[in-house]
């Protein structure tokens, strides 16, 4: 399959550089210089996988990543000179899948673009669990055929990477998964002392999925260990 990749960013030289790297690996690319001109190309092309700049003219990374995520689950990878934890968990709470700090190794990059598209091509192929086509957990139901989850009846839109923990945790009801663990499981990629992507993204799905995501019904922590999904009826 050949894999279409937006790149964002308003220095030309950056887009340039990251399109020569992508080309070699035979994606196919597309670039934008602004929030707005990114918004218009994924309105007109089938991209599989975007890398989006924060600090841009017009629209920033962050709004254009909450526009994205208003209708559409494709993966995203921050792109930030700003390298300070606080603006990590900004982007990843805008509802981006991973966040890559410039100056950047190519190969870290190529090996983050990798693990998302393949999570995007098989977002259940999750290493050394038992997926079922169905299960239950309380009234959470996730149906891994058709890939979508519903609580209480009504649909829950989750980003391929919040769906990926979901699956992992309550395929495996009741055992305790390390964040280094549930990364490496669901990006598909070497643990890169990456303790608040997945802490992120557990939070925004309680925030989903959870009635009072301080007192969980679903997802619970393990203090110093990691999380669990304490009880489900898997078909």
């Given at each position: 399959?050949?894999?279409?990749?937006?790149?964002?960013?308003?220095?030309?030289?950056?887009?340039?550089?990251?399109?020569?790297?992508?080309?070699?690996?035979?994606?196919?690319?597309?670039?934008?210089?602004?929030?707005?001109?990114?918004?218009?190309?994924?309105?007109?092309?089938?991209?599989?996988?975007?890398?989006?700049?924060?600090?841009?003219?017009?629209?920033?990374?962050?709004?254009?990543?909450?526009k994205i995520r208003q209708d559409q689950n494709i993966p995203i990878i921050i792109l930030s000179a700003k390298s300070e934890n606080v603006d990590k968990i900004i982007g990843l709470n805008s509802g981006a899948d991973d966040y890559i700090t410039k100056p950047f190794n190519h190969l870290e990059l190529l090996a983050r673009v990798k693990s998302q598209l393949r999570r995007y091509e098989k977002p259940l192929n999750v290493e050394n669990i038992n997926v079922k086509d169905k299960i239950i957990i309380k009234d959470l139901e996730i149906d891994t055929t058709k890939k979508t989850t519903t609580l209480r009846g009504e649909e829950i839109k989750l980003t391929a990477t919040e769906y990926g923990i979901l699956v992992l945790l309550a395929s495996n009801p009741g055992k305790v998964f390390s964040i280094k663990e549930i990364y490496e499981n669901v990006w598909k990629a070497p643990f890169y002392h990456s303790e608040n992507t997945v802490t992120v993204h557990i939070r925004r799905m309680r925030e989903k999925i959870e009635v009072n995501a301080k007192n969980p019904e679903y997802i619970k922590v393990v203090w110093g260990v990691g999380y669990k999904i304490v009880d489900s009826t898997i078909k």
């Open positions: 399959m050949n894999y279409n990749i937006l790149v964002v960013d308003d220095e030309k030289e950056i887009c340039n550089a990251i399109e020569i790297y992508l080309k070699r690996e035979g994606y196919n690319v597309y670039k934008a210089y602004d929030g707005i001109e990114a918004l218009e190309l994924l309105g007109e092309n089938n991209i599989h996988l975007i890398l989006l700049d924060v600090m841009m003219p017009k629209l920033d990374g962050i709004k254009t990543c909450l």
